[in-house]
């Protein structure tokens, strides 16, 4: 249509691309509602309807520069748009934290602002404080995201989804420990409290943290006397019943008891969603009972009387075993050399310094490889690693990337896309679809993931698609083995053990991890004997930049010089003036993340003890993380500000921070094959640390260093002045640390991992 036609013709035509556009777009044809919406947009470029839902179709086919391009449009037609506002400060927010959001389209600054303004506009709705407060946390603005969940309460203090993020921030930055207690002072607070309303919602808290149980037994009573004898009118009476039945209901179906939530919905009072969810959960599980397919019932007109307690996890897993037992849905012919690595994120962490090691020597040796993460918004450590993966050509992408290829993969796996309510709050459907989706793009040949809950939706996904071998490194330590986790995440660990059995249940996915006490420790949790994987079971150990090997460390050191660096001219003086450490320093180093696994604290006690014993000790210890803050303060309440420097991150100049120390410290509650040990000894520094998880394994004790069988501050400090008051056995371990070290070159495990795949080595 002509750029002069009538207003009143533009207007038609815009209102017909616009609906025909909408109609494609509900279809899932993204690229032609994108060409209609272009159309809306020129014919009537004042009117906002044509760029939103431009944007929605951009951010669908994961052009998300186009699609903020879009929603700044949105804002300068309407500028208390409140979908525009969100979508803004979320691409900043995340742009800046190494997502593949582009930056430079709108500042973080901006991007706030906008989030804080979508907000103030529906303070019902906590997505911009969760994005907001979710970018405090992981920048290390830990007051910042306090101080906006505080005055987010004041103003709603029954807003349910806002206390789910402050237990999820709480269980984030102090542990689960602190969270459980939280949730226990709430139980107190609210559990025998008179008011209906109270128990509703601490019900509600206690649900979307996932102790459904804990929120069904506080809600059993108000369903006979307890709503009955409340004051009011029959019909408010009724009303309040049929809230405390909805709940009850949906919770009952979540842990698979029909029959019970079938029970609730035959009472006068049960509203009609209740009943119509009910119906279409009992039918699906008569489907399942008969051997009928998985799909989800359009109109259900019967429900159970006596059903059984329905397992849905188990349901969901019989239509995977059925796929892994017949032809692959997305069957594929795999590229040779083709590997895809999966993860959350590339934080600077061990497991992903190992899967960026890997893959960039696997790189260097042909192979095609991809870095897959399926949760890049963490902040600046989210991308700690990306930069060196795609230096050395490695491809590095999102699940948005695949976001329009798995559309079509839900439509070949209805399993993927329409299983009954409860198995979607259970298992996350959508990532799956996702990494299914990019494995039929790629046609790896091997998937690899380094997580716990990375591997568990990878292998399904791998299973789905048939790929040829899925390889699911484990962590240090098993789901649910640590102290302090509440009834939410034990369920979810739960479901993440039956997710995992069912994936080791098909010969093509093999369990692998760095050492073979933690490998032990994951048979057990799975309750899976180690000869019944046989050769599936494995253990493959960490690996270390070669450049590490290939460094001075301590045979540098000149002879008669009691710590590494002395007698050396200049060595470690751009090290003392940018820490203020002085010359003759005794340097004892932690390098770790900031977090409460690795005990941060107690390398703070342990090195606090030493600076009293000697005084020309000091402490550098390296690493970021959201415990900095406390640790900070910490060393000002000791008054050791000058003998204790927190450095931060350290990158491009680690082994020189390494040559500098005179024993690394390590003072985890729990390890994988712990890096730092290995990177320490390869430099020629003795290590001190408890025997827990695979430390043993990545050190040779008595030889390189000290396992300590114990994390009693005062047993680590007795460690660590044995090594400083014996120079002879101090370098002597340096010596033997280098030789131990080389063992774990990237070169020997990487052919490691590919005698795993069934390759040889190129």
Same mark, same amino acid.
Not at 599 to 625: F, M, N, Q, S
């Given at each position: 249509?002509?750029? &002069? ?8 035509? *815009? ?52 699609? +903020?391009?879009? !929603? ?22 995340? =742009?800046?934290?190494? $997502?593949?959001?582009?930056? =430079? ?21 906590? #997505? ?60 107190? #607070? ?6 209906? %309303? ?9 649900? *979307? %943290?996932?102790? +459904?149980?804990? /929120? ?42 029909? $029959? ?6 035959? @009472? ?129 992408? %999102? ?6 290829? $798995? ?17 979607? &709050? ?23 993931? !380094? ?7 990878? *292998? ?61 420790? !994951? ?11 046989? /050769? ?40 003392? @003036? ?24 107690? !390398? ?62 390590? %003072? ?23 025997? +827990? ?70």
């Amino acid at each position: 249509m002509a750029s &002069g036609a009538p207003a009143t013709e533009r207007a038609s035509g *815009a209102a017909a691309s616009l609906a025909a556009g909408i109609a494609c777009f509900r279809k899932g044809d993204l690229p032609a509602a994108h060409v209609h919406f272009r159309a809306a947009g020129r014919l009537r470029p004042d009117h906002p309807d044509g760029p939103r839902w431009l944007a929605r179709t951009l951010r669908g086919l994961s052009r998300q520069a186009e699609a +903020v391009a879009a !929603w700044l449009r949105v804002l300068s037609i309407l500028p208390e748009d409140f979908e525009a506002l969100l979508r803004c400060g979320e691409a900043g927010v995340q =742009g800046a934290a190494g $997502a593949d959001h582009p930056p =430079g389209i709108i500042s973080l600054a901006d991007a706030e602002t906008c989030l804080l303004r979508a907000a103030a506009l529906r303070p019902a709705d906590v #997505r911009p404080l969760r994005l907001l407060a979710q970018h405090y946390l992981w920048s290390g603005r830990l007051d910042a995201a306090r101080q906006l969940l505080c005055e987010a309460l004041v103003g709603a203090p029954r807003a349910v989804a806002l206390w789910q993020l402050v237990l999820e921030l709480i269980g984030a930055c102090y542990g689960p420990g602190l969270k459980s207690r939280v949730l226990r002072r709430m139980w107190q #607070r609210f559990a025998g409290a008179p008011d209906r %309303t109270d128990r509703l919602f601490l019900a509600d808290v206690l649900a *979307a %943290t996932g102790a +459904v149980e804990r /929120a069904r037994r506080l809600l059993e009573p108000l369903v006979g006397q307890g709503a009955a004898a409340e004051q009011g009118s029959a019909a408010g009476q009724g009303a309040a019943r049929a809230q405390v039945l909805q709940r009850l209901g949906l919770l009952a179906l979540a842990q698979g008891q029909v $029959a019970l939530a079938s029970s609730y919905a035959r @009472r006068p009072e049960a509203p009609d969603a209740l009943i119509d969810a009910v119906a279409a959960c009992a039918a699906h599980q008569r489907l399942h009972h008969a051997g009928g397919g998985l799909s989800h019932p359009s109109s259900p007109n019967l429900l159970p009387h006596e059903l059984p307690t329905h397992d849905w996890i188990s349901s969901w897993l019989a239509g995977i075993d059925r796929i892994r037992r017949s032809r692959r849905p997305l069957a594929y012919e795999a590229r040779p050399g083709a590997i895809l690595h999966v993860l959350n994120s590339l934080g600077a962490g061990g497991t992903e310094r190992q899967c960026a090691l890997l893959a960039g020597q696997q790189k260097a040796q042909g192979r095609e490889v991809e870095v897959i993460c399926t949760d890049p918004r963490r902040g600046g450590r989210g991308a700690f690693f990306r930069n060196g993966l795609r230096q050395a050509g490695v491809r590095v992408a %999102t699940l948005a990337d695949y976001a329009a290829v $798995a559309a079509g993969v839900t439509h070949k796996v209805p399993l993927l896309a329409e299983p009954p309510e409860p198995v979607r &709050g259970l298992v996350n459907l959508r990532e799956i679809a996702h990494l299914a989706a990019a494995i039929m793009e790629l046609r790896p040949e091997v998937v690899q993931a !380094w997580t716990p809950q990375a591997a568990a939706h990878a *292998a399904l996904a791998g299973i789905i698609a048939g790929v040829p071998r899925v390889v699911m490194r484990g962590g240090s330590i098993a789901p649910g083995r640590r102290d302090g986790d509440d009834e939410g995440e034990r369920a979810r660990h739960a479901v993440m053990r039956r997710l995992l059995r069912a994936a080791l249940a098909d010969r093509s996915v093999i369990l692998a991890n760095n050492s073979s006490r933690n490998l032990a420790d !994951w048979l057990d949790w799975l309750g899976l004997e180690a000869d019944v994987l046989g /050769a599936r079971a494995i253990t493959v150990p960490n690996g270390i930049d070669a450049d590490w090997l290939r460094g001075p460390g301590l045979g540098r050191v000149c002879p008669g010089s009691m710590f590494p660096g002395h007698g050396r001219p200049g060595f470690g003086s751009a090290l003392h @003036r940018r820490y203020g450490i002085a010359p003759d320093a005794i340097v004892i180093g932690g390098v770790m993340r900031l977090e409460r696994e690795k005990d941060p604290e107690l !390398w703070l006690e342990v090195v606090a003890r030493l600076c009293g014993r000697h005084p020309a000790l000091h402490g550098l210890l390296i690493g970021c993380g959201r415990l900095r803050p406390l640790l900070e303060a910490e060393v000002h309440r000791r008054g050791l500000a000058g003998r204790i420097t927190l450095a931060g991150m350290v990158a491009g100049d680690l082994a020189d921070h390494y040559d500098r120390l005179a024993v690394l410290l390590l %003072t985890s509650h729990f390890e994988g094959l712990p890096n730092v040990l290995i990177e320490a000894q390869a430099r020629g520094v003795p290590v001190v640390a408890p025997d +827990v998880g695979g430390v043993a394994e990545a050190m040779q004790a008595g030889e390189t260093g000290l396992l300590v069988s114990c994390r009693e501050p005062r047993d680590l400090a007795a460690a660590v002045t044995t090594l400083l008051g014996d120079e002879a056995r101090r370098l002597a371990m340096g010596s033997a640390g280098r030789n131990f070290a080389a063992r774990f070159a990237p070169e020997a495990v990487t052919a490691r991992w590919e005698a795993v795949y069934g390759r040889s080595s190129a």
